[in-house]
């Protein structure tokens, strides 16, 4: 097994760090990450999105790009090494899509000896609430507009319709298997697509966290450093094809995914509704770092725009 891991990351190596004249995003393109525990990132992107907030000198004004800033956030996440923080983040979205599933409950992470002081910390920091929360199986419904399921905007504005439906592949996907089914369609069976959907994802997102604690490293977290080396060394301005980048790393298609699914899901139960949204909207400090440390917090327009009821 870590024979496996070390020749999968030299290969990952040697693809990106290679001297030549392929840009970054080039490889990008070409390059599909993946663990050795095949976690791999969905095919998401951003289908025309057009960023609306970018001056003349390429820069973000100070009231937008502040906006990815938690008030709570604290020197604790501001010290982390990179690894922790990606760790933190990924443990944290992790978290945060086991709720919304349906029936299935992925394992929970209880022995971590590559983060272990990393994940105690964590643990703490949970409020009473957060505990009660998950302790809770909430029943939720996924739906979508019949009528937009070939508009690309639309498709795109709800990522976790890009997620695919099988566990070792990127296709086919949710949108797929929606079209697939035609007219004959119905709320029940959509619902159940997207949960499938929503567990295989969730389950490949256990085995990187699996791989993060066993070996310190994954492919996806290579994929993540090499990109905050390539950003320090590069004009990484706010562009649509700079954002799709972004999308191609575990970190932000996962927060895309999150953010749309808050807004998609419909609660059954209304009591529990009025408990859990005061905690599941909260902006995870670590992603606010992580766009900090990226400087990328004009990316934050766009997953305002997932996030909005449409």
Known sequence: MKNTFLISSACLLTLISCAGTESYQAKMMRYKPQTIGNNTVPEISTSGFQLST????????ASVSNKSTDENQTNDELNLSNKKLYFLSLYGQYETLNKYTGTFKAPKVNICPSFHTSLLEHNDKKGTNVEVNESKNLSRTYTYDMNKLD??????????????????????????????????????????????ALDIHL??????????????????????????????????????????????????????????????????????????????????????????RLNVEWAQEYFEYIGKTR
Do not use: W
């Open 54 to 61: 970018i001056t003349p000198t390429g820069r973000m004004p």
């Open 151 to 196: 508009d690309p905007q639309y498709v795109a504005s709800n990522p976790e319709l890009l997620l695919p439906v099988v566990k070792d592949e990127v296709n086919p996907k949710v949108i797929d298997k929606f079209r697939s089914e035609g007219k004959s369609l119905s709320p029940f069976k959509m619902n159940e697509i997207v949960q499938s």
């Open 203 to 292: 389950t490949k997102t256990y085995s990187e966290i699996r791989q993060l604690c066993e070996y310190g490293v994954s492919d996806n977290y290579y994929i993540y450093e090499n990109l905050i080396t390539h950003i320090k060394s590069n004009n990484f301005l706010p562009a649509e094809k700079n954002l799709n980048t972004l999308l191609k790393t575990t970190l932000f298609s996962n927060l895309a995914i999150v953010t749309s699914i808050q807004k998609n899901q419909k609660e059954i139960s209304r009591s529990i509704a009025s408990v859990e949204s005061n905690n599941s909207k909260k902006k995870s400090p670590y992603s606010s770092e992580v766009m900090t």
